[in-house]
């Protein structure tokens, strides 16, 4: 069983910062990309950012500029740097990555269950 657990989300001004985390658990044998998706009320899920475990990153150009995706190999754990926030950025942000299991060597597709982040005007 591996598990994604989100923090971070909330409400802020337009023009504000916050920072999402994303705890990884579980039989993690190995851990590849790590990313950030959101979704929209009415929108279909989109790529926000992500991040391989050497460190490139990459990023949807709604985002560039203004958010920054790192991650921390030892505590399993990526982050999601959200600077100059505005109204559309409004959606639930939801961690994804890949994993081998220590359990027969799966290759296990995860997903947060999202977090909430409201930017007011």
């Known amino acids: 069983q591996v598990q994604l657990v989100e923090s971070g989300g909330g409400l802020v001004q337009a023009g504000g910062s916050l920072r999402l985390s994303c705890v990884a658990s579980?039989?993690?044998?190995?851990?590849?990309?790590m990313g950030w998706y959101r979704q929209a009320p009415g929108n279909q899920r989109e790529l926000v950012a992500t991040i391989t475990s050497g460190g490139s990153a990459n990023y949807a150009d709604s985002v560039k500029g203004r958010f920054t995706i790192y991650r921390d190999n030892a505590k399993v754990t990526v982050y999601l740097q959200m600077n100059s926030l505005q109204p559309e950025d409004t959606a639930v942000y939801y961690c994804n990555t890949e994993v081998v299991t220590t359990t027969y060597y799966r290759h296990l597709e995860v997903w947060g269950q999202g977090t909430l982040v409201t930017v007011s005007e």
């Open positions: 579980g039989s993690i044998f190995s851990i590849n990309a």
